[in-house]
């Protein structure tokens, strides 16, 4: 089974969630994380095709991408910065396949999803495709924030705070899910550096 029939298996589980239960991203990460094994095997050698946690300054590579944080808000750094960390990485640990980041909260998280687009978008994180999905849940009624203009802003400001460093050709898949009183109430999917677009 491919990466992205993986991520849509998921996602359709992530409907079924009840959002009154008390959840956050760590549950998708252990389930995406048992599911893929399937195909992509997690070792304790240099060979594994699933790097969890993957960082994106490998080897202490000054070519990679380094961050620091800035009066709250995250901005690419040189030698001075520190490495950000995607939470999987399929494929070899020095330029993965597919970089794949998680989000799961009650809130609308801006400078995280900002700040995992940035790592997704960098061109020295050498991976072939980024993917994100973020799950906003647990609220009786829809979010003010849950609007494809707020996600392309947040887009928009990660390409900003980017600048000569964002990747142009890198694939890409976004996801945004809200769902409310267990079922998805919206669904904004952006492809290719394109705008969000509801589902």
Known sequence: MDIEQHILNLINEIGDIDSTTHLNERYLHHLF????????PLSLDYHSKLPPEWATNVYRNKNRGLYQRVNGHYQVAGPEGSSGFIDFAIGHADEPDVAIEFKM??????????YDYM???????????????????????????????????????????????LEQKRAQWFIFMEI???????????????????Q
């Not at 994380?33 to 992509?40: A, E, F, G, T, V």
């Not at 973020?134 to 849950?146: D, I, L, T, W």
């Open 119 to 165: 790592k997704l978008l960098d061109a020295r994180n050498h991976i072939r495709k980024a993917i994100s999905v973020v799950v906003y849940y647990g609220h009786s009624s829809h979010s003010k924030n849950c609007k494809t203009e707020e996600l392309n802003k947040c887009m928009k400001e990660a390409k900003q705070r980017l600048g000569t460093y």
């Open 33 to 40: 994380s048992h599911r893929i094994q399937q195909d992509y």
């Open 180 to 198: 409310i009183n267990g079922g998805v109430t919206t669904r904004f999917d952006c492809s290719d550096l394109q705008d969000f677009r509801i």
């Open 105 to 114: 909260s009650t809130h609308f998280n801006k400078e995280g999803i900002i």
